[in-house]
């Protein structure tokens, strides 16, 4: 079947950006398989609104599930009773700890094979053929399917194009299975610490676990400060986690996409999650005593060495330099 | 409660990694570890132990070739109390759903309460085992979860999803692969390095396992993701080793300077 299903996470009223960018990038790969491309909803207050939000950016049908949102098990049931009903060869991800984990499933229940941080989808021969950089990106590696294929984007793969079309909505009735009944979500999406702004930043300093404690975020303040004007200090999803700073500094898959004028990366390693929401930036400057740090192979100006001797020099030598 | 935690070999961190042009699969010769993120399940297997919980035992199970055997002997060191090795030739060339199966398969021969596992892996990468392996149990998976807490037979995990951070109940039998941020794991005592190569290692064939050969390996795959290309080069960035840090601070500077950012 030449149509591509396409999970459309959606949340407080709005369809995930990168849901939306799954729904555009399959809307012109169905094109070139002769097909239209459908989206999925799972969730409990599941409105015409959210479905057309859809629509607007390429997807002729939207099927949706009544079901809690934010358990993986359950939409694995519900998206694959669909994929059986109706016969889909493909369905794809926008990303997110959501997609790997509805996707991973998916595909072992449906008999299908998996692809998870794919940047780049190519009609060959009637099917979908998906390109995932391995390794530090320093390799292309490309799945070819040999019957259904589940396709998983990485975060900010593909671009949202607003198309302003229609889809017609249809109630899609899914058995929930009894592992989705051992699973409660009690909290989602909870914000913790501060609420900082690092997306309007120009400059942006980021600290990585190369801080080695929550107190040493001063240097990256300092830093900061020193730039003046429109800077921020922001952090990694690691020194998140730890509890250094608050979650809406945080930059990456789960956290903020940004793209300054200079982003400063402070003992910041540089992992795929943390590097998909910085790549935009327009320079970057990385320091780390690591050589082997994946952030050295995308920085503009990398320095190997010891952040805390060299940021408080850098703090200083902008300051004198600023007057 | 019976935990199994399910580890793997890498290549070593700091070894570059490669494609076997002639298989076109992993090149795993070279300098081997264990799974980082793994070494973070075994410690939060153990802390399940030492919190309290009425742990019966903790079994490290590992599918990789015969070589992996000392490998998963570091995973014993890290409090296992016996391990279970499947390995052969059969397996080669598996994709996540395939290794999924065959894990799942040596799961229900130990009907285990917790599977846990790290959220990736340092090669594969794929953060999408735990998944399939609930997938084919009939059981929840959660994965990168950052915080655990276990009363009776129900999990409270927290997690960083899409929109922040997530709470979530479940009720074992279940599979749960863990973040680094979890925990600080030890390094294992000399004593238990010693106390590790003495402890019991089942180790298994698919035949052994009744793992059904057709759905593994190459053959029992669903993708082929054999097919490699070096991505188009881009021009690398300036990167210098400070030496000398007023020097260095001096060429960050003109850098800034040049690009008009100071």
């Known amino acids: 079947?030449?149509?591509?299903?396409?999970?459309?996470?959606?949340?407080?009223?709005?369809?995930?950006?990168?849901?939306?960018?799954?729904?555009?990038?399959?809307?012109?790969?169905?094109?070139?398989?002769?097909?239209?491309?459908?989206?999925?909803?799972?969730g409990t207050d599941l409105t015409d609104e959210l479905a057309q939000q859809a629509g607007a950016v390429g997807a002729t049908k939207v099927f949706t599930i009544n079901a809690p949102e934010g358990i993986a098990a359950t939409a694995i049931d519900g998206i694959a009773a669909l994929v059986e009903a109706k016969g889909y060869d493909w369905v794809l991800f926008g990303g997110g700890l959501l997609g790997f984990e509805i996707g991973a499933g998916l595909a072992a229940r449906i008999g299908g094979g998996v692809t998870v941080e794919v940047t780049d989808i190519k009609v060959d021969g009637g099917k979908l053929v998906a390109e995932r950089p391995i390794f530090g990106d320093t390799l292309l590696s490309h799945s070819n399917y040999k019957s259904k294929g589940v396709i998983v984007a990485r975060t900010n793969a593909f671009e949202v194009k607003e198309t302003g079309g229609t889809a017609s909505v249809e109630?899609?009735?899914?058995?929930?299975?009894?592992?989705?009944?051992?699973?409660?979500?009690k909290v989602r999406g909870e914000a913790r610490g501060a609420d900082v702004n690092i997306e309007d930043a120009s400059i942006l300093v980021t600290g990585g676990r190369g801080l080695g404690t929550a107190e040493n975020f001063s240097v990256a303040d300092s830093l900061a400060a020193a730039f003046g004007g429109n800077s921020a200090v922001a952090a990694t999803r690691a020194v998140v986690d730890a509890g250094w700073f608050p979650y809406a500094g945080q930059v990456g898959q789960t956290g903020k996409t940004v793209a300054p004028k200079l982003y400063v990366g402070l003992g910041v390693s540089g992992a795929i999650q943390h590097k998909v929401g910085m790549q935009s930036s327009e320079n970057v400057l990385a320091i780390n005593k690591d050589e082997n740090a994946p952030i050295f192979e995308f920085a503009d100006f990398g320095v190997i060495g010891d952040l805390h001797k060299i940021a408080p020099a850098l703090t200083e030598a902008i300051k004198a330099k600023k007057g | 409660m019976k935990i199994l935690v399910l580890v793997k070999e890498v290549p070593d961190a700091a070894v570059e990694k490669t494609i076997d042009p002639a298989t076109?699969?992993?090149?795993?010769?070279?300098?081997?570890?264990?799974?980082?993120?793994?070494?973070?399940?075994?410690?939060?297997?153990?802390?399940?132990?030492?919190?309290?919980?009425?742990?019966?035992?903790?079994?490290?199970?590992?599918?990789?070739?015969?070589?992996?055997s000392r490998t998963l002997q570091g995973a014993v060191s890290r409090g296992a109390d016996r391990s279970i090795h499947l390995s052969d030739a059969g397996l080669a060339g598996s994709d996540v759903v395939a290794t999924g199966y065959a894990l799942a398969e040596l799961i229900k021969r130990e009907s285990p309460e917790l599977v846990l596992l790290g959220q990736q892996s340092d090669d594969g990468g794929s953060y999408a085992v735990g998944s399939v392996v609930g997938e084919f149990l009939g059981q929840p998976a959660l994965s990168q979860v950052v915080k655990l807490d276990l009363a009776g037979d129900v999990i409270t995990a927290e997690r960083q999803a899409e929109y922040g951070y997530d709470t979530v109940e479940v009720k074992l039998p279940a599979i749960i692969s863990v973040g680094d941020a979890i925990n600080e794991p030890r390094y294992p005592s000399l004593k238990a390095i010693m106390g590790a190569k003495k402890k019991p290692v089942e180790k298994l064939t698919l035949a052994d396992a009744g793992i059904d050969a057709g759905k593994v390996g190459t053959a029992g795959s669903?993708?082929?993701?054999?097919?490699?290309?070096?991505?188009?080069?881009?021009?690398?960035?300036?990167?210098?080793?400070?030496?000398?840090?007023?020097a260095t601070v001096e060429q960050i500077v003109a850098w800034l300077d040049e690009r008009k950012l100071v």
Do not use: W
């Open chain 1, 171 to 185: 109630a899609f009735d899914a058995p929930i299975g009894a592992a989705a009944g051992q699973v409660t979500l």
């Open chain 2, 222 to 246: 669903g993708v082929d993701c054999s097919d490699f290309q070096k991505p188009a080069s881009k021009s690398g960035g300036t990167i210098i080793t400070d030496e000398d840090t007023a």
């Open chain 1, 1 to 42: 079947m030449a149509d591509i299903l396409v999970y459309a996470l959606a949340h407080e009223g709005q369809v995930n950006k990168n849901s939306k960018g799954a729904i555009s990038e399959a809307a012109r790969l169905a094109g070139e398989l002769g097909g239209e491309a459908h989206a999925v909803l799972v």
């Open chain 2, 24 to 68: 076109g699969q992993i090149d795993r010769s070279g300098e081997k570890a264990l799974n980082p993120y793994d070494t973070h399940a075994l410690e939060a297997a153990v802390q399940i132990k030492e919190n309290g919980a009425d742990v019966s035992e903790i079994v490290a199970v590992t599918v990789g070739p015969d070589s992996a």
